[in-house]
């Protein structure tokens, strides 16, 4: 069990590029979840997976996001046409839940500073 | 929908205690507890679900009361180690997708 792992885990772009981020949950693991932080204030849901089915997406993300799990393993995270505005910390968390809930584990996360 | 925690910070002697609190104006499902050190990711402390069934480490103790949507966080005979900001996620329809509260740094000191 190596743990949530997060590539890159910084990255410093120019406004207007796009950016992907890249998540490997502990295997086995059957829900992953993307949540930003931003400096002082607690993670923000973004979305989540059940295997490679995207259950649920924030109705506060924009369409610039956009996320990724196929085959139910690893996920993606892209941002297009990135804003200042998208400096945070993308954090990747992953669970096996048998129920409806349980312990969620997160990686270390990707830094995102948009110049 | 957010969480709000108190106090928002909170300075103590090893060996003290302390509570957070959380509270929510939604109908809950579960209440989670994590503890963020500085840098580092969010780490697992305690899960308490409707119906007082609690899972988590065996040194954290925490409460949940239904009725007002709250949840308390006791950590005693504080340690060095207890360091960092804590956060309450609340769930509301399952699906284990939490809604996090703004944090509590706790520091502790000698």
């Known amino acids: 069990d190596t743990g949530v792992s997060q590539d890159p885990r910084h990255k410093i772009t120019k406004r207007g590029q796009n950016v992907t981020f890249r998540c490997d949950p502990i295997s086995e693991h059957n829900r992953l979840y993307w949540y930003r932080q931003t400096l002082g204030q607690g993670p923000e849901f973004l979305t989540y997976f059940q295997n490679e089915a995207q259950l649920e997406k924030s109705r506060l993300l924009s369409d610039r996001f956009s996320a990724e799990r196929p085959k139910g393993s690893f996920s993606t995270l892209e941002i297009q046409r990135t804003e200042q505005g998208d400096s945070a910390m993308y954090l990747c968390a992953s669970s096996h839940v048998l129920g409806e809930t349980g312990e969620l584990f997160f990686g270390e996360g990707s830094r995102l500073t948009v110049l | 929908q957010q969480p709000v925690q108190s106090p928002q910070a909170v300075i103590l002697r090893e060996g003290e205690d302390a509570v957070i609190n959380c509270s929510s104006s939604k109908a809950l499902y579960s209440v989670h507890w994590y503890r963020q050190k500085h840098g580092e990711a969010p780490v697992f402390l305690m899960i308490?679900?409707?119906?007082?069934e609690q899972k988590g480490h065996e040194k954290i103790s925490a409460s949940f009361n239904e009725k007002k949507q709250q949840s308390s966080l006791y950590l005693t005979a504080s340690q060095l180690s207890y360091s960092g900001t804590y956060f309450c996620g609340t769930e509301f329809g399952g699906g284990n997708k939490l809604t996090f509260g703004t944090g509590t740094q706790l520091k502790v000191e000698l």
């Open positions: 308490l679900l409707k119906g007082g």
